[in-house]
């Protein structure tokens, strides 16, 4: 197993590192452990942007905004729906 070492570490980051392993119950060790084997699980940046680059482009038939207008007007009907059948419950 390798070994590694970090020097120089801020105090007010030790002591923060030190707070949450406590809120996990863990030691530093294994709470630092933690933070680089789900980073490790994420793609780079560079892999990131390779996947992306080899998408096919997407044919975008309406603006963000009418987007978001019609799930807005879609959620406003559910919500007046279900206002509507517990008025008629009563």
């Known amino acids: 197993m390798s070994i590694i070492q970090v020097k120089n570490v801020p105090p007010a980051v030790h002591s923060?590192?030190?707070?949450?392993?406590?809120?996990?119950?863990t030691t530093i060790r294994d709470y630092v452990m933690?933070?680089?084997e789900r980073d490790q699980r994420r793609p780079s940046?560079?892999?990131?942007?390779?996947r992306v680059s080899e998408?096919?482009?997407?044919?975008?038939t309406q603006s963000a905004?009418?987007?978001v207008?019609?799930?807005?007007?879609?959620?406003?009907r559910?919500?007046?729906?279900?206002?509507d059948r517990g008025a008629r419950r009563r």
């Open 55 to 60: 998408l096919e482009p997407v044919a975008v």
């Open 78 to 83: 559910e919500l007046m729906h279900r206002v």
């Open 16 to 25: 923060e590192l030190r707070r949450r392993a406590q809120q996990e119950g």
């Open 69 to 76: 207008r019609e799930a807005r007007e879609e959620r406003d």
């Open 34 to 36: 933690k933070l680089i």
């Open 45 to 50: 940046k560079q892999d990131w942007l390779d």
């Open 65 to 67: 905004a009418e987007v």
